[in-house]
């Protein structure tokens, strides 16, 4: 893949496991060590992307979760605010 995509990684825990999550492609994995579920949902979002390119769907699929292309890259969007709040 010659073009670079810039994606979120989020870690969570989960019991004994870590979980791995890439929000914006809602791609996920897991691993026994933070480290180890970030490595492996950067497995899973290579494979992803090689399947996209592979039938040719990968500018789609990019610009439907909302990223945008910058000097040949691929960037998540960006939002102008983000925050937690408690409904109910």
């Known amino acids: 893949m010659a073009q670079r995509i810039e994606v ?4 969570f825990q989960e019991g004994e496991l870590y979980v791995g999550l890439c929000p914006d492609l809602d791609v996920s ?3 026994e060590t933070p480290e180890n579920a970030k490595q492996s949902v950067q ?3 290579e494979a992803f992307f090689e399947e996209c390119e592979v039938i ?3 500018s789609e699929v990019l610009q439907e979760a909302g990223f945008i292309q910058k000097d040949g890259n691929w960037l998540p969007r960006q939002p ?3 925050e937690l ?3 109910g």
């Open 29 to 31: 994995s897991f691993g």
């Open 85 to 87: 709040v408690a409904i």
């Open 8 to 11: 979120r990684i989020e870690i």
């Open 43 to 45: 497995e899973a979002l």
């Open 56 to 58: 040719g769907t990968l």
């Open 80 to 82: 102008i605010s983000s």
